[in-house]
């Protein structure tokens, strides 16, 4: 059962089930152990002892080691989300402060789950759903930083390099996306705090550069 089809808490119910903490405790295990162990070398059965199941039991909440991978990244969206929605003024001149304080707390948030973005990111081309996961990760993120700054373009605050914006946004956030996994890799918080004024100063060219 993968993690479409976990056991649901009563209609009622205030407490988490056991089922619901199962699972959560197979997620946990499976977390902690990404911190040592690349998610190729990881096994379901390394998982299931960790959680203190049979692997039979594992198999009754999710049907592999991605599927336990999806449900934990399905779990942070919401602090994705919160870390690249930055008021922006729009008839202020371009938000560099925005972009440098979206870029921090997007940071701050690949900090904390650095091991798991970067499991999913190596899995991404073995398992159909984190790939699908993780194409609409680049999307979640483009689509709105876009719009916002399409009106900031039409307003004439922005001066691209690239007429076609949009474009131009998603090569930004796929540099940007592998810039914070080759410094999570290195396991130095103090190089991946520094990456972000370049970061930042990289898009602020790119948005105010062109003729």
């Known amino acids: 059962m993968d993690s479409a089809e976990e056991p649901r808490r009563g209609r009622h119910s205030s407490a988490p089930s056991k089922g619901d903490r199962q699972r959560e405790r197979i997620i946990e295990v499976t977390l902690d152990l990404l911190t040592t162990t690349s998610i190729a070398d990881l096994s379901v059965a390394r998982i299931a002892d960790g959680a203190g199941i049979a692997r ?19 779990d942070v969206w919401a602090e994705f989300d919160e870390a690249r929605t930055t008021p922006v003024v729009l008839d202020s001149p371009l938000p560099v402060g925005s972009i440098g304080q979206i870029l921090r707390r997007a940071a701050q948030v690949w900090k904390a789950h650095g091991p798991l ?95």
Do not use: H
């Open 56 to 74: 039979s039991g594992l198999y009754f909440y999710f049907d592999s080691k991605y599927a336990v991978l999806a449900a934990a990244l399905d």
């Open 117 to 211: 973005l970067s499991a999913c990111e190596q899995a991404r081309n073995q398992d159909p759903r984190l790939g699908v996961m993780w194409r609409a990760f680049i999307e979640r993120t483009t689509i709105p930083v876009t719009a916002m700054l399409v009106q900031q373009r039409d307003a004439g605050r922005l001066k691209p390099v690239s007429s076609n914006l949009p474009k131009l946004v998603e090569v930004l956030v796929r540099m940007t996306v592998g810039a914070l996994l080759s410094e999570i890799e290195t396991g130095d918080d103090d190089s991946l705090d520094a990456a972000v004024d370049p970061l930042s100063a990289v898009w602020v060219a790119a948005l105010t550069s062109g003729s």
